[in-house]
Every structure is written in structure tokens, then in C-alpha cells.
């Protein structure tokens, strides 16, 4: 892997090998838990 790229990836759930990746210091894993403020609802 190389060392100077930024990358963002998005998932709603943790990917097992990314997971692995951040748990080992590979990766840093980042949690968003409240949506932002101007987010429209989810209608189902």
C-alpha cells in the first residue's frame, strides 16, 4: 500500500477485510453517528 494517498470509502456496514484492515492499523476506521443536519428523511 502506499503511504501518501488519502482515500475515503463508505459503507453502512464493516466489510470483513476492512475491518481487519483497520483493526490491525492498516486503516483508520471512522464512525459518523448522527446524519447531517440538513439530511432529508428516509421514506419507505
Known sequence: LKESIDSLTLTATPI????????????????INTPPEDRFPILA
Not at 16 to 31: A, E
Open 16 to 31: 470483513p477485510r476492512t475491518l481487519h484492515m483497520s483493526l490491525i492499523g492498516v486503516r483508520d476506521l471512522s464512525v
